[in-house]
């Protein structure tokens, strides 16, 4: 992960590309305003299980490396889309590895972990999803968790 530039403070927001996540990293995005720190946008990938005799199937002819680039323009999209109108600085991260687990190992030494309370996976009635609780549970720093807007 990134070291922060200016006063030394980061923080560090898990996307991945979902409404939640989106607005995690823009309620990142204005505190990193409020305190000078900057931002380490983190998505984390890791290779699809495949169940079943499936060897020329659409998962089984795509490399890692497209897992990753997938990973990688989510990410940019994201930041695109949410910092179009600011002035701070984003560093992306991709990883490859269990979420949970990069996150809390990009979030050593950081001021502030940040996460959306659901991902794509998350159940409909869920508060928290299982990468925001394992983060809630084991992060280094401070977790702020956004629940989304009252009206989405």
Same mark, same amino acid.
């Given at each position: 992960m990134s070291e922060a530039t200016g006063n030394g403070h980061r923080?560090?927001?898990?996307?991945?590309?979902?409404?939640? %996540?989106?607005?995690? =990293?823009a309620w990142a995005m204005r505190q990193a305003e409020l305190t000078g720190a900057s &931002? @380490?946008? !983190?998505?984390?990938?890791? @290779? #699809?299980? &495949?169940?079943?005799?499936? #060897?020329?199937?659409? !998962?089984? *002819? =795509?490399?890692?490396a497209?897992?990753?680039?997938?990973?990688?323009?989510?990410? %940019?999209?994201? *930041?695109?889309?949410?910092?179009?109108? %600011?002035?701070?600085? &984003?560093?992306?991260?991709?990883?490859?590895?269990?979420?949970?687990?990069? =996150?809390i190992d990009g979030a050593a030494?950081? @001021?502030?972990? &940040? =996460?959306?309370?659901r991902g794509h996976a998350g159940f409909a009635g869920a508060l928290l999803g299982s990468v925001s609780q394992h983060c809630v549970q084991h992060a280094p720093c401070p977790v702020v968790i956004i629940r989304g807007s009252r009206a989405g």
């Open positions: 923080i560090v927001v898990g996307v991945d590309g979902s409404p939640p %996540s989106q607005e995690a =990293l &931002v @380490d946008a !983190v998505i984390a990938w890791h @290779d #699809p299980v &495949v169940i079943g005799g499936m #060897p020329h199937g659409p !998962v089984a *002819v =795509l490399e890692q497209a897992f990753g680039e997938f990973a990688a323009n989510v990410l %940019s999209t994201s *930041v695109r889309e949410v910092s179009a109108h %600011s002035t701070v600085k &984003v560093n992306p991260v991709v990883k490859r590895g269990n979420a949970a687990q990069v =996150l030494r950081a @001021d502030l972990l &940040v =996460l959306g309370s």
